[in-house]
């Protein structure tokens, strides 16, 4: 569990600038800090991240998962450090450039461990609990300011900076605890090693078990035929259908994650309540630390039924929920601003809430958890370096882009994303796929079906059928049994 925390890290971090924003006492130790200086200080988190993606891929796949949570949490230290003694603001802002950096890193190895460690039936819950803690950190950063808001002078805003650490020294501290993955382990030719941690992990230490014997000898079979069949990297994503589609899929799941009007409220809740008409800054801290538990419980209760809704139908009602709710907290927005009437601002508040509970019914815990699964193993990490570059040039655009577009169109810039939420709709309705109950090697059969690089078809059929019964949900039968007849990604669940 404790490789869940890296996306803790991150929500913390969004929170904590929301909640530093808001403070006098940072206002005075930075002096006031302006439009373009606050765009900078939120974006240049996201640049520290891309910079870092290049090297993310390799360091996963050649110096071993566990390594790359290690080395991010240790760049993210010595980030935190910095930005806590924060003297001026280009150190404050240097700091955070090494935080984004060591984000970028744990942030691409810890959600690929979780994936190929976990037992097949729990797979969903815990690659969608993993982005989920992004809320967790923004709990206590948002509440952590709120009560640091009656201390006088700096450490205000130095003890939640201090506190960003956290999450990171406990991975430190755990990660020795965490097994390697077991197909990285048979992907370097450790497979004895890898027998037993998919035993430990998925029969109590047994490695006679069925389950596992059919897991290992998939994995062993799928990363022989992935060598032999290995072109060029990169460019991979774009010489198959399937790859293309899945290209299409990790893109658009980092942009939509962070262009659906959310970016707003992660770095700029400050500036969205005082134009609903919200000034006391307590209660603006107040409002921010109620919404995160919101979205906290909204988006760990809903881990639990990814198997049971499946991913596509979730896709598509959070997202027509988002843009429909949208619409009318700008139409709410819109009425503030002309008539000042408190019950549109008031109206507005309530709709920003509503919007969050539509957007973690999916995008929060599938973001990382759907790309992770969509992925053959020797892309894995390819993709999701790829799909958190997505989120970070999103991220960048939104940092610099949102402050001084709310200031020059204050409401009229929310009908922007009314009209892109409706684009999101119609791309994830055309293109995302349907995984669940779906054992990880087999995926690959949605995109590139009877080319799909697959070994041990024996086993495959066995592991399904155990699926099947472990999972003891009838109503899956027929969908899990879907997928030997998949020869192509132009299914009813997706088209390209």
């Known amino acids: 569990m404790f490789a869940v925390l890296t996306s803790a890290t991150n929500g913390y971090d969004g929170s904590m600038m929301n909640g530093l924003q808001a403070l006098p006492q940072w206002e005075a130790s930075f002096h ?22 290049p090297i993310t891929p390799y360091i996963a796949d050649i110096l071993g998962r566990r390594a790359g949570v290690m080395t991010g949490c240790v760049i993210m230290i010595i980030g935190v450090v910095l930005q806590s003694i924060g003297i001026n603001i280009q150190m404050f802002i240097a700091a955070r450039f090494l935080i984004g950096f060591g984000v970028a890193i744990a942030h691409g190895s810890a959600p690929l461990l979780i994936a190929e460690l976990v037992h097949p039936q729990h797979r969903a819950i815990f690659t969608t609990i993993y982005n989920s803690t992004w809320y967790f950190g923004s709990i206590v950063a948002s509440w952590l300011t709120y009560g640091t808001f009656q201390l006088a002078g700096p450490w205000a805003w130095r003890i939640p900076s201090i506190v960003q650490a956290a999450p990171s020294c406990l991975q430190l501290i755990a990660i020795w605890m965490v097994p390697e993955s077991p ?92 134009g609903a008409g919200v000034t006391s800054a307590k209660l603006r801290l107040e409002i921010n630390g109620i919404l995160n538990i919101i979205n906290f419980l909204t988006a760990v209760t809903m881990c639990f039924f990814i198997d049971k809704f499946g991913r596509r139908p979730l896709f598509l009602f959070a997202t027509a929920g988002m843009c429909a709710s949208f619409c009318i907290w700008t139409i709410c927005a819109a009425e503030f601003t002309k008539t000042a009437v408190a019950a549109a601002g ?83 309705f055309f293109f995302y796929i349907e995984t669940r109950n779906t054992p990880l090697e087999e995926i690959v059969k949605y995109f590139d079906g009877e080319q799909a690089l697959l070994g041990g078809d024996m086993a495959t059929e066995k592991a399904r059928a155990i699926l099947i019964e472990e999972a003891g949900d009838h109503h899956n039968k027929t969908a899990i049994a879907h997928t030997e007849e998949v020869s192509s990604p132009n299914s009813q669940d997706g088209k390209i």
């Open 346 to 428: 008031q109206a507005e508040v309530a709709f920003i809430f509503i919007y969050y509970v539509f957007y973690n019914c999916a995008w929060s815990g599938l973001l990382v958890g759907y790309a992770v699964e969509i992925l053959p193993y020797k892309l894995r990490a390819k993709g999701l370096t790829l799909m958190f570059l997505a989120v970070d040039l999103a991220l960048f655009f939104n940092s610099y882009v949102n402050p001084v577009a709310l200031a020059a169109l204050d409401w009229k810039y929310y009908i922007v994303y009314d009209v892109w939420l409706f684009v999101e709709l119609c791309v994830v």
């Open 32 to 53: 006031n800090p302006g439009p373009s200086t606050r765009g900078l200080l939120n974006a240049i988190m996201s640049v520290g991240s891309i910079v870092a993606l």
């Open 183 to 274: 197909r990285y382990l048979i992907a370097k030719g450790k497979n004895e090693k890898a027998l037993n941690i998919l035993a430990k992990a998925h029969a109590n230490g047994n490695v006679e078990d069925e389950l596992v014997q059919i897991e290992y000898r998939e994995i062993r079979e799928t990363l022989q035929l992935e060598k032999e069949f290995e072109q060029n990297g990169w460019l991979e994503f774009f010489q198959t259908k399937g790859n293309r589609h899945r290209l299409i899929i990790l893109i658009s799941l980092g942009f939509f994650s962070q262009w659906s009007g959310n970016g707003l409220v992660s770095y700029y809740m400050n500036q969205v309540l005082q």
